[in-house]
Each structure stands twice: as structure tokens, then as C-alpha cells.
């Protein structure tokens, strides 16, 4: 079974603060995507890395997929109360269907 | 709407009871997924459909669990004699096909409570 462990699980800052969050496994994954999900709301995708050192960057998001295609990150800067949310990284690992990681809660505090 | 819609998008029913639950996946969109979100958790696989044809269902965690997509397009996911633990919120989502990179859209969930 491949798994994606991501941390931190929980994350309160401050407005205008950096943050980064980590998705890792011991696992190759042909691709990593990168979702946000609101409360009664599903899962958004915000970005897909497939090649292996891959930076992306999305406004303020910065997505980078590791060298051996096995984590991931997702770097925030000057975090704002709009970026509140859960961020999912999830895999797939060769097949059609996503493997998820638990998920990280970011609040942005104004 | 052009995006996935599921109903109902809430469900409470009384353990021992059936569920159907709906997916409108995406016009043209082949691929059909099934997930199950647990409270503070990430979504987990259920099943998976191209067209008509349920090609991975290894997720479905015990055999009251069910998906038809008969017609290729709308997908139903029946659970029978419900459990407590059954209680989450079920996903649908769709995507053209091409494997695990195509982006998958989600539907906005059905939440499941099982009394």
C-alpha cells in the first residue's frame, strides 16, 4: 500500500506569515496533485507536478515534487485569512485512482 | 451546472437501513470515481468506473457496499444494512480519461449519518 504522510496535520498562523506543508511517502508516484477543500465543499485541484524536481507556482503557492518523485511541497507566502482550508496532497501510483494523505487544516488568523 | 453533482447532499438513516446515494459526473467525462472522507481525514478510494465498465472496486470495504453506472453517464453507490461506522462523507468524482495525472473533479459530497 502506498501512503502519503503530510505535515504538519494542523496549522494556525499569523496573516502576512510563510508556511510550508510536506506530503511524503516512501513510494514512487508518477504524478502528485495538490487539492483544497472548504467545509461542505469537495476537493479543489490547485496544481499537478509530474517531473521529478518540478517547480510550480501558483500566485502565492510555490509546489515542488521532489527529485525521487516521493514527496512534495507546498510553500506559502504572506499567508492571508483567504487561504484557510484543508490541503490535500494526493498520488497516483501508477493507476487511475488518487491516494490521499490525511490532510493539512491551515488557518490563517487575521 | 458543468460541474459534478451528487444527491442528496445530506442523509441520515437508522442503522439497518439501504442508502442509494447519486453521482451526475461531468458530460463526457468517462472516468467515475467513489471516495469515502472520515471526519479530519483525507479521502480514500472506493471504486472506480470507465464508461459502463467497474474496472477497480478493491476499496469497497465489505460486500454491503455497491456502484452501478449502467449507462455509462449517472453512478449510484448503495450501501445495504447500514453501520455507524458507514458515517462520512461519500465523493464522487470525474475526469476524461488518460490515468492518475488527468485532473479529477469532485462533486461536493453526499453526508452520510448513520443513527
Known amino acids: 500500500t502506498q501512503l502519503l504522510e503530510q505535515s504538519p496535520q494542523f496549522l494556525s498562523i499569523q496573516e502576512g506569515e510563510n508556511l510550508t506543508v510536506y506530503c511524503n511517502s516512501s513510494s514512487v508516484f508518477s504524478s502528485l496533485q495538490w487539492y483544497r477543500q472548504e467545509p461542505g465543499e469537495g476537493p479543489v485541484l490547485l496544481v499537478t507536478v509530474v517531473t521529478g524536481g518540478e517547480v510550480k507556482k501558483l500566485k502565492r503557492l510555490t509546489f515542488q515534487f521532489g527529485d525521487a518523485r516521493k514527496d512534495s511541497s507546498l510553500h506559502i507566502t504572506a499567508a492571508q485569512p483567504g487561504d484557510t482550508g484543508l490541503y490535500l496532497c494526493?498520488?497516483?501510483?501508477?493507476?487511475?485512482?488518487?491516494?490521499f494523505g490525511q490532510g493539512t487544516r491551515l488557518t490563517i488568523n487575521p | 451546472g458543468a460541474g459534478v453533482s451528487q444527491s442528496p447532499r445530506y442523509k441520515v438513516a437508522k442503522r439497518g437501513q439501504d442508502v442509494a446515494l447519486r453521482c451526475d459526473p461531468i458530460?463526457?467525462?468517462?472516468?467515475l470515481f467513489w471516495y469515502q472522507q472520515a471526519l479530519g481525514q483525507g479521502p480514500e478510494f472506493l471504486t472506480y468506473f470507465q464508461n459502463e465498465a467497474q474496472l477497480d472496486k478493491s476499496g469497497l470495504p465489505s460486500d454491503r457496499f455497491f456502484a452501478e453506472r449502467p449507462e455509462g453517464s449517472v453512478s449510484t453507490l448503495k450501501i445495504q444494512r447500514t453501520q455507524q461506522e458507514d458515517s462520512a462523507v461519500y465523493l464522487c468524482a470525474s475526469s476524461v480519461p488518460g490515468g492518475g495525472n488527468q485532473p479529477q473533479h469532485f462533486g461536493d459530497g453526499t453526508r452520510l449519518s448513520i443513527l
Open positions: 494526493a498520488g497516483a501510483p501508477g493507476a487511475q485512482k488518487l491516494v
Open positions: 458530460s463526457g467525462h468517462v472516468s
